[in-house]
């Protein structure tokens, strides 16, 4: 379906005397058989030409030479043929120049599986051997390694995802560049190197893409993520049976025996959002709690965190016990989460038969921090002591709980 659509774009542009191609991660996959979410195009067509032959079209990245073309209700880059001059700062090109043939655009690419070109007829272009690195799953680069390398240093962790990702080895002089390259990774911004380390972590053999960043020391001009890699590596194996990316950076975390601050502030490095930040670091709050032991599932007592922090955080929660378990996994612990939260006769404050202001009118008091606590104290008591959820009660059990409360706070 997808690639019929794409077919339409090339025979449009050969039909106009153009030569244009499939190209990079959409023919690498076809030929693994991976599935293929978005296909590029590449045509010796300049951008004023694709945009004249394709009335619905996006100039998403006119100085590069790429117009998106809507066929359908799919996108598709197509990006006239060129080279690149001289690389500043490590990651961008000065300038770049249109080229009128394939093989000088493929020269470009970095890896020679993400070299390859495919027609209308899906005859493959391979000038650098690309299927053959495909059939022995191997990852080289395209050219000089360390020459490329210091092109644009972001490839050198493109080479690990991709490692990661296909289950690929990386060929030994294109290893041996990324070790001697390595520290320029510190010129790449570090949302970039935020996004691969997801798709790294987020792959299917993460702990392969883990043992190249540590053996290669890749990561070594972030001392903070480079220890995180590297002393967590023995439980890297463990992410693929995690769900979400926050999980999968707490797990590694708790792996590396971060503290929650130390959490914090690998989340605060890779400029992470605010809620990212707030999730991983009370997984590995919650998990320095309970302190797993690798493979040797313990009984878990959830009433609290359940009441504290609800039904959704704890299931993340059983999830990465599960994963520190896997070896001896047994379901016991999401066995008692279930039965406890099903038990509980009140779940959440929102439920309790008075709110804030019922209590600050019943004990005559103004706003303040008393209230989030008691709130939670009332929770706590009718959910697991049978303190009845009924406005009376409350008030009651309210009353005397203040008073402990604010004795407590003088003394302390
Ligand atoms: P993915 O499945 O992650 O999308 P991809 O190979 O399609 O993999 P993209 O980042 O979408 O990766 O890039 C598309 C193509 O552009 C690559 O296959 C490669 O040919 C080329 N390319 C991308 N980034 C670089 C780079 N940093 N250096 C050289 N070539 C690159
Ligand atoms: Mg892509």
Request: some cysteine; aromatic content about 8%.
């Amino acid at each position: 379906m997808l690639k019929e659509h794409a077919l339409q774009v090339l025979q449009t542009l050969e039909k106009h005397g153009f030569e244009a191609y499939y190209v990079g991660g959409c023919v690498r996959d076809w030929l693994l058989g991976r599935p293929v979410h978005d296909i590029d195009i590449c045509t010796n067509a300049h951008p004023g030409d694709v945009m004249r032959l394709f009335p619905e079209h996006v100039p998403t990245g006119l100085q590069h030479g790429t117009v998106s073309v809507k066929i359908g209700s799919f996108l598709f880059e197509v990006t006239t043929f060129r080279t690149e001059g001289e690389y500043e700062d490590f990651r961008r090109p000065s300038n770049v120049q249109f080229v009128s043939d394939l093989v000088t655009d493929l020269e470009r690419r970095d890896f020679t599986i993400n070299a390859m070109a495919m027609d209308s007829r899906d005859q493959l272009a391979d000038p650098f051997h690309g299927q053959e690195d495909l059939n022995n799953r191997l990852i080289r680069a395209v050219g000089v390694p360390a020459k490329r390398f210091r092109e644009d240093a972001l490839r050198l962790l493109r080479a690990a995802r991709f490692a990661a990702q296909l289950h690929f080895d990386i060929e030994s002089d294109t290893l041996q560049a990324m070790t001697v390259t390595a520290t320029l990774l510190d010129r790449i911004a570090v949302e970039r190197v935020r996004d691969e380390l997801n798709k790294l972590i987020d792959s299917a053999t993460p702990e392969r893409g883990c043992d190249i960043v540590v053996d290669t020391r890749l990561l070594g001009c972030f001392p903070l993520l480079d220890r995180l890699f590297e002393t967590a590596r023995p439980h890297v194996w463990r992410l693929v049976h995690l769900g979400t990316l926050s999980q999968k950076w707490a797990l590694l975390c708790y792996a590396a025996a971060f503290s929650k601050e130390q959490a914090r502030a690998v989340c605060q490095l890779l400029r992470m959002s605010k809620r990212e930040t707030e999730e991983i670091s009370r997984f590995v709050e919650l998990m320095a709690e309970l302190s797993p032991q690798w493979d040797h599932p313990h009984p878990i007592d959830w009433s609290r965190n359940l009441l504290h922090y609800g039904w959704s955080v704890c299931m993340e929660v059983d999830n990465l016990l599960q994963a520190c378990w896997w070896k001896n996994r047994d379901r016991q612990s999401s066995v008692s989460l279930i039965a406890v939260y099903e038990a509980m006769p009140v779940k959440t404050v929102k439920e309790l038969a008075v709110n804030g202001k019922d209590l600050q009118i019943a004990l005559q008091k103004k706003a303040g921090e008393w209230i989030q606590h008691v709130l939670m104290y009332l929770l706590e008591q009718t959910a697991l002591h049978q303190l009845p959820n009924t406005p009376e009660a409350l008030v009651e059990a309210a009353r005397k709980e203040v008073v402990r409360y604010e004795h407590q706070a003088r003394n302390t």
